[in-house]
Structures are given as C-alpha cells and as structure tokens.
C-alpha cells in the first residue's frame, strides 16, 4: 500500500471500529443484564404477592385468598400464571392457566428457584417458585409464578438495535471525520510535493512554504539542498567561463606559434605549459564545486603546508631572488582539505613572489576562537583600496605586461567561500599587499617534529 493517506485511514478506521465494537458489546451485555435483572426482580416481587395470598380455608384447603397485582393473571394463556400444590397433591392455578398446568419443579431446593420451561403454548417462561408452610397448614405448599419471556427479549432485542444503530452511526461519523483529519493532516506534505515539482520544473526557486514543526525542518533541508545545487551549478558555469576565458589568449598564442616559420618551440612549450596549469587550477575547482557540502570533515595545517609550498617557490627560476618567510604556531589546523588549502596558498604566494620586490611573508594566527588567519604579505607596490575589487574578480586584471590569467585571486576567494572563510586584500605593515585568509579553525594537534 503506497499511499500514505489511504493507510492512516485504513488503520485508524480498522481501530476505531474495533474500539467501537468492543464498546458496543460491553454496553449491550451491561443493558441485557439490566433487563433480565428487573424482569427477574419483578417475578420475585410476584412470587411474593402469590406466597402472601397463599392460606388455608375452613375444609383444610390450600387456597390463593387474591390474585398478586401487577400482571394480567385473569385471561387465558396470557403469559403470567401461577400455580399452588397442596400438600396432598392438589393444585390450584390461575384462569390463565386454564386447563393447564406449569412444568414440575426439581425437589429438594431450598429458597426460591429461578428456572426456564416451556408454557402452555409452547412460550419460554421464567419460573420463580419456593416451598412455604401457611399457617393452620399439615405440611409444605409449594408456590410458583411464571412470566412469559417475550416481552422481554423482544425489549432486549429492541434496546440491542437501537445500540447497534448508535453506534454504526457514532463509528461512520468518528472513521470519517478521522480520514478528514488525516487527509487534512497530510496536506502540507502535498503542498510540499507540488512546490518541490515546480522547483524541479524551473517554476520557482524554492519550497518557500509555511509548514507545521513537524515537517519544517524537512523543508528548511529541501531548500538548503536545492540552494546547495544551484550554488554549484552556478560555481560549475563561473568555472566554464573563466576557463574558456582563460584559454582564449594561450590558444591564440600558441596558434600563431604553430604557424610560424620555423614554428617557435619555445613558445609553444611555454603556452602548453600554461595551458595545462590553467586546466589543472579549474580542474581542481570544478571538483571543489561539486563536493563543497562535505569538504570541512578534512583538517590541514597551514604553517606545514606554507613551508612546502615555499620550498617549491625557491626553486623556480622566477622566485629566487625572493626570501620566502613562513612564521606562526604549527599546531593549528584548519577544517579544509590539504589539497585545497594548498591550491589556496600556492595562488597567494606565487602572486605575492610575482610582485614583491624582495620579500614575501607569511604568518599564521588565531584572531579569534575557531578562526585562523593566514596573512600572505609582500613588500612590492601594493594595491590601491578601489583596485580590491577588480582583483578578485574572475579574468580581473591590473597590469597585462605581467603574466597570468587573472583566476587566482578569485579562485581563492570561491574557495574560501565554499569552506566557509573570507579572503580580503589589504595595505601590508611594509607598504605592499597583504591578503588576509580567514577559515575555520579545527582541534589543534601536537606538531610533527
């Protein structure tokens, strides 16, 4: 059974009629007692009437000196008779009876007895009877009244329809006002399924949706998740560009080298090796894009991987005439992943050894409880506050005589972003650009030596 709805319902009416039925049950067997109780309380009351009129005469008879009050004992075979047995064996009944008489009794009861037998006609009849000695009397009167039983399960009956009826009518109403409250209760939820259908089809851009606290927070995840997959689409399509970008002037370049005569290997090795660099830098960002919900499970040291990546800057060509400073506590650590944290790094040092004059530092703090800054400073011309902007711009660049493609600055700042930190450029202690990392910080742990 797939639907929701359709089994609360089930379920509940499924409960409720069983509720429902046993309640019934009870309460028709409490009435049935009820009526035969009385039934039976009135019969006592009439064998009493009939052991009170019950005498002896001047002959020595037992005779009824009135007839009990309270049922019709005058006309035939009308359901109530009573009957006496003399001690000798005679027997007088009422007209009722008529030529009748009722069934004999067990011997050797005492009080009175309560019994079931057939009447005169055929009729289930009620016996009450008891033994008694009237005064002036040589031995024991045995005394009976019967009532028919008609009546009284015709009553039953009667009292068990209209229960019946009650609560037929009392289990529909109770089953479908719990179906209304269910589909009432579930509407939400469709209302949910319909709005995350029209996401899906482009026609908003989120559940957006008031919802009871049951299923708030189910929303509030739907909406971050679809938010989630549009940032990285849209980070996907950013990353496309710049690339595309990127590769328009190298492709360019290395065209006319192709077509040169001789073709001019040097360049050609130079644009490929840009080329691939380029590849590689939106590469790794394309994957930073795709799994930005689960990257800050992963922890880097930022002293650690600052020292390799210098040891890698002194040994190019370009960074040698630059002192490379890594200073700050080893032991603490970052929430990113070493690889990203690396990419975030290599792209501010080799900017900041690009233009330093003869210096580039770096130092790692802890401003605050559970953020570490990475201070990347160098001692070149700096950067004008109005320039900031175009900086981490994606393609932004300030100077085309210097090499590169204007991505390194803005992938840092994307990365950042993705794990949670900030990147901004700032006026250095020494008079050049300082950029300033921020990340979310992680349980430090004991340096390794």
């Known amino acids: 059974m797939r639907s929701l709805t359709l089994r609360l319902a089930l379920l509940s009416g499924v409960w409720v009629a069983a509720g429902l039925g046993a309640a019934a049950w009870f309460v028709a067997g409490v009435v049935t007692r009820q009526v035969e109780s009385a039934f039976e309380t009135r019969l006592g009351a009439l064998l009493d009437a009939a052991v009170a009129a019950t005498a002896i005469d001047a ?25 006496v047995t003399a001690p000798d064996g005679a027997v007088a009944t009422s007209r009722s009876l008529w030529d009748q008489v009722l069934p ?26 008891r033994d008694v000695v009237p005064a002036g009397a040589s031995g024991t009167t045995h005394v009976a009244v019967a009532l028919s039983r008609r009546e009284t399960e015709a009553e039953v009956a009667r009292l068990r329809g209209v229960l019946a009826a009650v609560f037929a009518v009392l289990g529909t109403g109770l089953v479908v006002g719990v179906v209304l409250q269910v589909v009432a209760g579930l509407a939400p939820l469709r209302r949910a399924r319909r709005a995350l259908a029209e996401v899906r ?13 049951e299923i708030a927070p189910l929303v509030a995840e739907i909406d971050a998740l679809v938010a989630q997959n549009r940032a990285t689409v849209e980070r996907a399509r950013a990353h496309v560009g710049n690339l595309a970008h990127a590769l328009k002037t190298p492709v360019a370049v290395l065209r006319n ?27 790794a960002r394309a994957r930073a894009a795709a799994t930005a919900g689960g990257l800050a499970a ?11 990546i210098a040891a890698a800057l002194r040994r190019l060509p370009s960074s040698r ?21 690396a990419e975030m790094l290599g792209n501010l040092m080799e900017n900041a050894c690009k233009w330093a004059a003869a210096r580039v530092e770096v130092a790692v703090a802890a401003p605050r409880p559970g953020r570490v800054a990475i201070l990347v400073r160098d001692d070149g011309p700096g950067l004008a506050a109005d320039h900031a902007a175009v900086a981490l711009a994606r393609g ?22 993705a794990h949670g930190g900030t990147l901004a450029l700032e006026r250095a202690p020494q008079g050049g650009l300082q950029a300033r990392l921020e990340l979310p910080g992680a349980a430090r742990r004991a340096a390794a030596a």
């Open 59 to 83: 002959e020595e008879r037992v005779v009824v000196t009135r007839a009990p009050a309270g049922a019709d004992f005058e006309r035939p075979l009308s359901g109530a008779y009573w009957q």
């Open 104 to 129: 004999a009794a067990a011997v050797g009861h005492d009080g009175v007895l309560l019994r079931d037998a057939p009447g005169p006609r055929g009729e289930a009849l009620r016996i009450a009877e």
């Open 201 to 213: 089809a482009g026609r908003r851009e989120a559940l957006d949706l008031p919802a009871p606290a």
């Open 257 to 283: 080298a192709l077509d040169a005569t001789p073709p001019d290997i040097a360049e050609i090795r130079a644009r490929a090796d840009e080329l691939e660099r380029l590849v590689q830098h939106h590469l």
């Open 298 to 308: 992963e922890e880097a040291a930022p002293v650690a991987v600052a020292g390799e």
């Open 321 to 341: 005439a630059v002192a490379i400073a890594v200073a700050g506590d080893p032991s603490l650590r970052v929430r990113v992943g070493r690889q990203d944290l």
């Open 396 to 417: 932004g660049r300030l100077d085309e005589a210097q090499p590169g493609s204007g991505l390194g600055l803005a992938i840092v700042a994307d990365l950042a972003a």
